[in-house]
């Protein structure tokens, strides 16, 4: 149990477009998500909290107006990586939590190239 | 605000061997949960072990045991019987009790590799 599925798997864009990143809680409720950012051979680092119906929380740094986070229902997050430049090319990982105790469930990643 | 730090970037361990990977945190805080992550190549992330910080025994799960030393702040994973399978980057994590969509801070990594 406590499935998160993220799609798609990588994505190659041109540079100027934008990208849709999907996370689904499969069979459970995620009434918060995650989205991170990875770079190679680095650790995760957190980009913004997502809560259903209302705005996401963007950590310092973070550029709300270049990616768009979406949670519109309780099994549904979104990234979307708005005019895309090389420079956003990355690993993006999200994740739910489903129990105060074991911690996060976390999706497969996807690996975006902005060329 | 809280801190992970792994202090070893790269570490290695023959195949059958025990390695442990440290971990310390700083946090002012006194309910907490603290996680160790697995990365392997894939880059699925996967729970090896996690501690609850009321809880003094340490937390075993198979050839996966911690020593949670909680006045020193320190939370080190040893890995007994390496396998090939257990090379990855390993992930030290901290995450508040406060509730439970506290955001999960993660520690630089330590990157495992595993001698046949």
């Known amino acids: 149990g406590a499935v998160v599925s993220q799609h798609p798997s990588w994505v190659i864009c041109k540079s100027g477009t934008s990208v849709k990143i999907e996370c689904r809680s499969l069979d459970f409720q995620a009434t918060t998500m995650f989205w991170y950012r990875q770079f190679p051979k680095q650790s995760l680092m957190l980009m913004a909290t997502?809560?259903?119906?209302?705005?996401?929380?963007?950590e310092q740094g973070v550029e709300k107006d270049k990616f768009l986070i979406n949670h519109a229902s309780l099994t549904l997050s979104t990234l979307t990586v708005t005019s895309a430049h090389p420079e956003d090319s990355s690993f993006y990982i999200c994740s739910a939590s489903f129990d105060r105790i074991y911690g996060y469930t976390f999706g497969s990643g996807t690996r975006l190239t902005v060329v | 605000a809280q801190t992970v730090t792994q202090s070893q970037p790269e570490m290695s361990v023959q195949e059958a061997e025990t390695v442990t990977l440290s971990c310390t945190y700083d946090t002012s805080e006194s309910d907490y949960y603290l996680f160790w992550y697995k990365q392997p190549p894939s880059r699925q992330m996967i729970l090896v072990i996690r501690q609850e910080a009321y809880k003094q025994q340490n937390a075993t799960e198979n050839r996966f045991s911690v020593n949670f030393q909680k006045a020193a702040k320190s939370f080190s994973l040893k890995i007994s019987d390496s396998q090939l399978g257990d090379a990855a980057m390993y992930f030290c994590a901290y995450r508040s009790g406060k509730t439970s969509y506290d955001k999960v801070i993660f520690g630089p990594g330590t990157s495992l590799s595993v001698i046949p």
């Open positions: 997502s809560n259903e119906g209302s705005k996401a929380t963007y």
